[in-house]
């Protein structure tokens, strides 16, 4: 009998590179990977269609479908991970100089409030930066992947045929998250890469963006795919890392940068498996429930397959 095929999506960069191109492969199964671009568009149909038999997805948004009973099960596998202090604007025209500032202003947030970008930036201007994020009106550009989700009070819709960057530029909109410096637009925090790398020195915040989900019925009718899905995406993440540690990867993307900092600061830049991991999923968990986006915590054995939870690669 031949390999069960699977249809699954998942943006291409280094550390999924060598499973998309079949350099590694599962005992079992076979990915038929699709590309989807903008990569958001697939998080969309995945929650609300479940378009696809595995999925990259930004993590909370997952945690937010799991919360709504969206019939999706994540495996501890990290794909995206970042530095989000550039993900905070404010307009030119705008007379914020300190975070602290936002406090009483409408402040834009580049698409939906539960983009995970959306919740790093928040968490930043929280923990560091001391601002009560109560005391700020978040004003979305567009509405959420999870349909059915019910926003805080403090949360309105941006409203009006002009974008959000166009509102920035004009300066009605005077500050923003999820966005980096444009032309009509400053960082709020200077020097905001060296300060993701600090964050990460000092107090080991090391943001994740996306994972990995399997629909359940999948995952029902085939329980071994979610431990060999995971060994094959953390077989082809360590020899991403393997040659990134070597030198070997000479023209550096963004995503490389971030990747080679962290190598500076930890062995592993991208440890796969809920153990390496669990600081910074329970803080963000933490700031889902503190933001208004979930009103529980749900705990790790609820948002992972069975099989994964003990599992590090």
Excluded at 35 to 47: E, G, I, S
Excluded at 104 to 125: C, E, F, S
Excluded at 252 to 265: F, N
Excluded at 290 to 296: L, N
Aim: glycine share 8%; net charge negative; hydrophobic share 45%.
């Amino acid at each position: 009998m031949g390999k069960r095929i699977l249809s699954a999506v998942s943006r291409t960069q280094g550390n999924n590179r060598a499973l998309k191109a079949g350099d590694i492969r599962l005992p079992d199964f076979q990915l038929d990977f699709e590309d989807v671009n903008p990569l958001p568009k697939a998080f969309r149909r995945m929650v609300r269609e479940g378009a696809y038999d595995i999925s990259e997805m930004a993590l909370t948004t997952y945690v937010t479908a799991k919360a709504y009973g969206a019939a999706l099960t994540a495996i501890p596998v990290f794909l995206v991970r970042g530095f989000h202090h550039q993900a905070i604007v404010a307009s030119q025209k705008s007379d914020i100089s300190t975070p602290k500032e936002l406090e009483g202003r409408r402040v834009g947030v580049k698409r939906g409030y539960t983009v995970t970008t959306g919740v790093w930036a928040r968490a930043i201007l929280a923990e560091e930066c001391g601002v009560d994020l109560g005391k700020v009106t978040w004003v979305r550009s567009d509405d959420e992947h999870v349909p059915d989700w019910r926003p805080p009070a403090n949360v309105e819709d941006l409203g009006g045929q002009e974008s959000l960057e166009e509102r920035l530029v004009r300066g009605d909109i005077p500050a923003a998250v999820g966005l980096t410096a444009d032309d009509g637009t400053r960082p709020l925090i200077a020097d905001a890469f060296q300060a993701g790398v600090s964050a990460l020195t000092s107090r080991g915040f090391y943001p994740i963006n996306h994972l990995v989900v399997i629909r359940d019925d999948i995952l029902d009718a085939a329980p071994d795919l979610a431990g060999q899905l995971f060994d094959a995406f953390a077989a082809s993440k360590r020899a991403y890392v393997e040659d990134l540690r070597a030198g070997r990867i000479s023209d550096l993307t963004a995503v490389d940068r971030v990747h080679h900092a962290a190598l500076e600061v930890m062995d592993d830049p991208l440890p796969y498996g809920i153990a390496p991991n669990l600081a910074v999923l329970e803080n963000l968990m933490r700031h889902a429930v503190s933001q208004g986006i979930i009103d529980a915590p749900i705990p790790m054995e609820g948002l992972f397959a069975p099989t994964t939870l003990d599992r590090v690669g």
